[in-house]
């Protein structure tokens, strides 16, 4: 038998030891593979250098292999914008980078801003744009990414003074180790960044960079990562020189509890493997690290790697091999410097992933959510522009189209929010179209504001009603009809504008002041001062009016009430009402001179057919009276559309009728019929005012028919009512904070939030030439008008059978039609 020598003896026994050395020396170089604080000169790739551990020796060979340049305009800034709608749980966003596993370049998930804005974004290859943004809006249904068409942090101007503060992150070894998952944040791990980022001055910015690449196919990590962790387990087991013994027992410190478990949650088979850079900084001008610097960084302590923090280098470091400027373009082109460390899907997610855009709106933080009601249907980009509507970092043009606007526009917001703004706006479109258009303002700020933005070349045709002018009166006679119109129309308007005022109204009274309206209507410039004379029974006049309707009727039941029941079956008590009623408006100052005097020289059928336009100015009249005449004027003016059925539809000229504070104009029962009728012969109507109880349920649910509605803020309880009128699209808690300017549109079936536009431009020129063309043409001096009335009152001195303007004595002298400006 051969006996072994003694160094035999101790070269075996020292095997295990040397093997077990060289064991360590390749298993030094390969867990440290992307856990390294070494600083290349030149842009390395992500990936480090492969070898399948155990088989491959790449002992010889650098860990980091460099990066394959390219051209700065090959690469794309995007931008995500995350609806408050959208759901961002973990698995939509771990699916998200799965998916990104096919991508060809690296990829940098950003978060940076300031106090004034901050972004989400993503820096891709130009090959990878179109792919990427297709399975972000596939996952992300209520979300979006766009084009970042104004990136932040290309737009950083290299100064002298400008520096970058920054920390790269890198793990320990072994980077089979887990790193922190997002069971374990179990919140986004972003909040403390986005409220750090949101107290940087204005003057720098501060970001947040995740860079990462999936790892070339060709490369095995997860059978190197299951060799390492199946190492570690032996050496927990036996030791580190026990490798080499044929026997071998478990030693006291090994914890084999959670190993198993860790093979499958590093080297799960479904979780494809990336290499990542995580790094956190600011750019600024000052000399030194701001103390924000912390802040924004004090995120990163939530990430642990293998149960220890994540390490990190600091721009210093980075400084001794590189400028400033040589910084700002690593951030910019997404490159790196050191290989990057192993993550699997479920990891990198802690690292890069969209958060609830509610989180941010809760603490009203300056990152601008993706607008929830945006336009959708292209066909509202054309028409009457009414405001814009904010979307994934477009302006898009919210507009009536023509044929929803012909059902009629309501808009409802309390005082302040806009209201009016979107009034002028649209009338201004409309009138500068050709159209022609009423604007009836019973406060007078709008129709003043209407008067300063009307284009000179329109001054011309532009008539400026103010019934309460203190020196001019206008030319205008309610009962006189326009060709074409029905005479029993024009009294049940002037009926129902009264009746609106007035509350204690019964049968009686409206039956005497239907017929002497109609009757009226059947003598030559009758006014109503004349109807007020009528219903005076005993005076003379009553009774010479009486004797004329009666002569000149030529509708049977209205001759038989003033021929008999006028006078049977009413006594002068009985027409007190009548005469208490018109009284407010025969004896209501300047407005009284109006309504007393005969003649008409403001046609409301003419002001339609030929594309005029009439600002009416309520605001010097009393309550009653402004209330009475602009029921009267927006009545008559849909009476006046219905008599344009003589002419063919496509020569009727569009015309828009504008009423500021509608309530005060429509009657309780008139309102479905009004929506109807402006529909039916051509008519924008638009109806403006605060408060949805200001009509009643009926009227309310009128309004609901019109193709637009148009919300500002309002209160708890119409905004409820409207939440369900917006197709349940919008909480009413939305309605009740919305800003001024800020609006919510049901047009048509499609509804949007916007911004109203602007108010328009004040127009150059003087405005005063609209007042005066009015005053010369379709005004009296307030004199000459007290004299005719005076003139044509001697009527009832001698017999006559003509109320004419020239008979009754309405007629001048060169000196009462003087005019003078005022």
Same mark, same amino acid.
């Given at each position: 038998?051969?006996?072994?020598?003694?160094?035999?003896?101790?070269?075996?026994?020292?095997?295990?030891?040397?093997?077990?050395?060289?064991?360590?020396?390749?298993?030094?170089?390969?867990?440290?593979?992307?856990?390294?604080?070494?600083?290349?000169?030149?842009?390395?790739?992500?990936?480090?250098?492969?070898?399948?551990?155990?088989?491959?020796?790449?002992?010889?060979?650098?860990?980091?292999?460099?990066?394959?340049?390219? +051209?700065?305009?090959?690469?794309?800034?995007?931008?995500?914008?995350?609806?408050?709608?959208?759901?961002?749980?973990?698995?939509?966003?771990?699916?998200?980078?799965?998916?990104?596993?096919?991508?060809?370049?690296?990829?940098?998930?950003?978060?940076?801003?300031?106090?004034?804005?901050?972004?989400?974004?993503?820096?891709?290859?130009?090959?990878?744009?179109?792919?990427?943004?297709?399975?972000?809006?596939?996952?992300?249904?209520?979300?979006?990414?766009?084009?970042?068409?104004?990136?932040?942090?290309?737009?950083?101007?290299?100064?002298?003074?400008?520096?970058?503060?920054?920390?790269?992150?890198?793990?320990?070894?072994?980077?089979?180790?887990?790193?922190?998952?997002?069971?374990?944040?179990?919140?986004?791990?972003?909040?403390?960044?986005?409220?750090?980022?949101?107290?940087?001055?204005?003057?720098?910015?501060?970001?947040?960079?995740?860079?990462?690449?999936?790892?070339?196919?060709?490369?095995?990590?997860? $059978?190197?990562?299951? $060799?390492?962790?199946?190492?570690?387990?032996?050496?927990?087991?036996?030791?580190?020189?026990?490798?080499?013994?044929?026997?071998?027992?478990?030693?006291?410190?090994?914890?084999?509890?959670?190993?198993?478990?860790?093979?499958?949650?590093?080297?799960?088979?479904?979780?494809?493997?990336?290499?990542?850079?995580?790094?956190?900084?600011?750019?600024? +001008?000052?000399?030194?690290?701001?103390?924000?610097?912390?802040?924004?960084?004090?995120?990163?302590?939530?990430?642990?790697?293998?149960?220890?923090?994540?390490?990190?280098?600091?721009?210093?470091?980075?400084?001794?091999?590189?400028?400033?400027?040589?910084?700002?373009?690593?951030?910019?082109?997404?490159?790196?410097?050191?290989?990057?460390?192993?993550?699997?899907?479920?990891?990198?997610?802690?690292?890069?992933?969209?958060?609830?855009?509610?989180?941010? +709106?809760?603490?009203?933080?300056?990152?601008?959510?993706?607008?929830?009601?945006?336009?959708?249907?292209? !066909?509202?980009?054309?028409?009457?522009?009414?405001?814009?509507?904010?979307?994934?970092?477009?302006?898009?043009?919210?507009?009536?189209?023509?044929?929803?606007?012909?059902?009629?526009?309501?808009?409802?917001?309390?005082?302040?929010?806009?209201?009016?703004?979107?009034?002028?706006?649209?009338?201004?479109?409309?009138?500068?179209?050709?159209?022609?258009?009423?604007?009836?303002?019973?406060?007078?700020?709008?129709?003043?504001?209407?008067?300063?933005?009307?284009?000179?070349?329109?001054?011309?045709?532009?008539?400026?009603?103010?019934?309460?002018?203190?020196?001019?009166?206008?030319?205008?006679?309610?009962?006189?009809?326009?060709?074409?119109?029905?005479?029993?129309? $024009?009294?049940?308007?002037?009926?129902?504008?009264?009746?609106?005022?007035?509350?204690?109204?019964?049968?009686?009274?409206?039956?005497?002041?239907?017929?002497?309206?109609?009757?009226?209507?059947?003598?030559?410039?009758?006014?109503?001062?004349?109807?007020?004379?009528?219903?005076?029974?005993?005076?003379?006049?009553?009774?010479?009016?009486?004797?004329?309707?009666?002569?000149?009727?030529?509708?049977?039941?209205?001759?038989?009430?003033?021929?008999?029941?006028?006078?049977?079956?009413?006594?002068?008590?009985?027409?007190?009402?009548?005469?208490?009623?018109? !009284?407010?408006?025969?004896?209501?100052?300047?407005?009284?001179?109006?309504?007393?005097?005969?003649?008409?020289?403001?046609?409301?059928?003419?002001?339609?057919?030929?594309?005029?336009?009439?600002?009416?100015?309520? !605001?010097?009249?009393?309550?009653?009276?402004?209330?009475?005449?602009?029921?009267?004027?927006? !009545?008559?003016?849909?009476?006046?559309?219905?008599?344009?059925?003589?002419?063919?539809?496509?020569?009727?000229?569009?015309?828009?009728?504008?009423?500021?504070?509608?309530?005060?104009?429509?009657?309780?029962?008139?309102? +479905?019929?009004?929506?109807?009728?402006?529909?039916?012969?051509?008519?924008?109507?638009?109806?403006?005012?605060?408060?949805?109880?200001?009509?009643?349920?009926?009227?309310?649910?009128?309004?609901?028919?019109?193709?637009?509605?148009?919300?500002?803020?309002?209160?708890?309880?119409?905004?409820?009512?409207?939440?369900?009128?917006?197709?349940?699209?919008?909480?009413?808690?939305?309605?009740?904070?919305?800003?001024?300017?800020?609006?919510?549109?049901?047009?048509?079936?499609?509804?949007?939030?916007?911004?109203?536009?602007?108010?328009?431009?004040?127009?150059?020129?003087?405005?005063?030439?609209?007042?005066?063309?009015?005053?010369?043409?379709?005004?009296?001096?307030?004199?000459?008008?007290?004299?005719?009335?005076?003139?044509?009152?001697?009527?009832?001195?001698?017999?006559?059978?003509?109320?004419?303007?020239?008979?009754?004595?309405?007629?001048?002298?060169?000196?009462?039609?003087?005019?003078?400006?005022?």
């Amino acid at each position: 038998m051969q006996i072994a020598t003694i160094d035999q003896v101790r070269l075996e026994r020292a095997a295990p030891r040397m093997a077990a050395k060289k064991l360590m020396a390749l298993l030094s170089m390969e867990i440290a593979k992307g856990c390294s604080p070494r600083i290349e000169r030149e842009p390395v790739r992500l990936e480090p250098r492969y070898a399948l551990f155990g088989v491959e020796d790449d002992a010889e060979q650098a860990a980091a292999i460099p990066e394959v340049p390219t +051209e700065p305009g090959e690469w794309l800034r995007l931008r995500i914008w995350v609806s408050p709608d959208q759901k961002c749980d973990w698995t939509r966003s771990e699916t998200l980078l799965k998916s990104m596993a096919g991508l060809s370049h690296r990829v940098a998930f950003e978060i940076s801003g300031n106090i004034q804005s901050i972004t989400i974004g993503l820096l891709v290859h130009r090959a990878d744009a179109y792919v990427l943004t297709t399975i972000f809006r596939g996952l992300f249904e209520c979300s979006e990414v766009t084009v970042d068409r104004e990136p932040r942090l290309e737009r950083v101007d290299w100064g002298r003074d400008t520096r970058v503060y920054l920390a790269d992150y890198y793990p320990d070894p072994p980077y089979s180790h887990l790193l922190t998952s997002y069971e374990e944040l179990n919140s986004p791990a972003f909040m403390s960044l986005v409220q750090a980022l949101s107290q940087v001055p204005d003057a720098d910015i501060g970001f947040y960079q995740c860079v990462f690449q999936p790892v070339a196919a060709t490369n095995d990590w997860h $059978r190197n990562v299951k $060799r390492l962790l199946d190492l570690e387990y032996e050496i927990n087991l036996h030791g580190l020189y026990s490798l080499g013994r044929r026997y071998m027992q478990q030693a006291p410190s090994g914890d084999l509890r959670n190993m198993a478990s860790d093979v499958e949650l590093k080297a799960h088979n479904d979780r494809p493997f990336f290499n990542a850079a995580a790094r956190v900084g600011m750019i600024t +001008e000052k000399p030194h690290p701001p103390p924000s610097l912390q802040a924004l960084t004090a995120f990163m302590n939530l990430y642990q790697h293998g149960g220890r923090p994540l390490r990190q280098i600091g721009d210093g470091e980075y400084r001794k091999m590189f400028r400033d400027s040589d910084l700002i373009r690593m951030i910019q082109r997404g490159t790196v410097y050191r290989p990057g460390f192993l993550v699997n899907s479920r990891e990198l997610v802690g690292l890069a992933h969209p958060f609830h855009a509610k989180l941010v +709106e809760q603490r009203r933080l300056p990152l601008a959510a993706l607008e929830t009601l945006p336009v959708r249907d292209k !066909s509202l980009h054309n028409g009457t522009h009414i405001g814009d509507s904010p979307y994934a970092g477009e302006i898009q043009p919210v507009c009536i189209p023509e044929d929803v606007r012909s059902r009629s526009t309501h808009i409802l917001s309390s005082a302040g929010m806009g209201k009016s703004t979107v009034l002028l706006n649209m009338f201004r479109q409309d009138i500068e179209e050709g159209s022609g258009a009423v604007f009836i303002d019973i406060h007078g700020d709008a129709v003043k504001q209407a008067l300063t933005i009307i284009p000179e070349g329109l001054r011309s045709r532009t008539i400026y009603l103010n019934p309460g002018d203190p020196n001019f009166v206008p030319l205008w006679n309610p009962l006189t009809l326009d060709p074409g119109e029905n005479i029993y129309r $024009r009294a049940d308007d002037i009926v129902g504008a009264l009746r609106r005022v007035f509350s204690d109204w019964g049968d009686r009274l409206e039956h005497v002041i239907r017929n002497g309206l109609i009757g009226l209507s059947y003598l030559k410039h009758a006014s109503l001062l004349d109807l007020y004379s009528l219903v005076r029974q005993g005076s003379p006049e009553s009774e010479e009016l009486r004797q004329m309707i009666v002569e000149a009727a030529l509708d049977e039941p209205v001759k038989k009430f003033w021929q008999q029941d006028f006078l049977k079956d009413y006594r002068k008590s009985d027409l007190q009402a009548p005469k208490h009623k018109l !009284s407010k408006l025969v004896a209501a100052g300047n407005v009284s001179l109006m309504l007393s005097q005969p003649e008409n020289r403001i046609s409301f059928r003419r002001i339609m057919d030929e594309g005029m336009i009439l600002l009416v100015d309520l !605001s010097s009249v009393g309550n009653d009276a402004g209330e009475i005449l602009g029921a009267l004027i927006l !009545s008559l003016f849909l009476n006046a559309a219905m008599g344009r059925s003589d002419t063919p539809i496509d020569q009727r000229k569009r015309f828009s009728i504008f009423a500021d504070e509608a309530h005060r104009f429509v009657a309780a029962n008139a309102i +479905e019929n009004i929506i109807v009728q402006a529909r039916k012969f051509g008519i924008n109507l638009c109806l403006a005012h605060q408060y949805l109880s200001q009509f009643g349920t009926r009227q309310v649910d009128a309004l609901s028919t019109a193709g637009t509605t148009i919300l500002g803020k309002v209160d708890k309880r119409d905004s409820q009512f409207f939440a369900k009128d917006m197709q349940d699209l919008v909480d009413p808690k939305e309605i009740m904070k919305l800003e001024k300017y800020e609006m919510i549109a049901r047009i048509g079936k499609e509804v949007v939030r916007m911004v109203t536009r602007p108010p328009p431009e004040v127009e150059g020129g003087d405005v005063g030439s609209i007042l005066e063309n009015t005053h010369r043409n379709y005004c009296l001096p307030v004199d000459a008008v007290r004299k005719g009335l005076a003139r044509r009152s001697e009527r009832w001195n001698s017999p006559f059978r003509d109320l004419s303007a020239d008979e009754m004595g309405w007629s001048f002298s060169e000196e009462d039609l003087a005019y003078e400006e005022c």
